[in-house]
């Protein structure tokens, strides 16, 4: 079993930036892909951005391009998002969570969560 914890959310003005860390325990960190979801009040949980177990893969929601970076620090059992030039419309609960399989797109395709940390973008 892995147990996630997300750190990093806040309150922050639009076009700031905020930097997302989820640190998971276990020693197989680096074996499986990770990935950030976020849920808004009255909406589903989406796919925001997933990276491979090794890091070289890195995937985005269109809404996101350009302005999230997904990383890992597999030294530290450590996920990140590198949230910029944020907009209201990105506030939301975000989740990270692990991929075991090759599909990372859908809920489904992941086995643990986090408890979620809150960011909201003032306009």
């Known amino acids: 079993q892995v147990q996630l914890v997300e750190s990093g959310g806040g309150l922050v003005q639009a076009g700031g930036s905020l930097r997302l860390s989820c640190a998971a325990s276990?020693?197989?960190?680096?074996?499986?892909?990770m990935g950030w979801f976020r849920q808004a009040p009255g909406k589903e949980r989406e796919f925001v951005s997933h990276i491979s177990a090794g890091g070289g893969n890195t995937y985005y929601v269109n809404s996101v391009k350009g302005r999230f970076t997904i990383s890992r620090d597999n030294a530290k059992n450590t996920l990140y998002l590198q949230m910029n030039s944020l907009k209201p419309e990105d506030t939301a609960v975000y989740y990270c969570?692990?991929?075991?399989?090759?599909?990372?797109?859908?809920?489904?395709?992941?086995?643990?969560w986090g408890q979620g940390t809150q960011v909201t973008v003032s306009s």
């Open positions: 276990g020693r197989t960190f680096s074996t499986y892909g």
């Open positions: 969570a692990v991929a075991y399989g090759v599909r990372y797109y859908t809920r489904d395709d992941y086995t643990y």
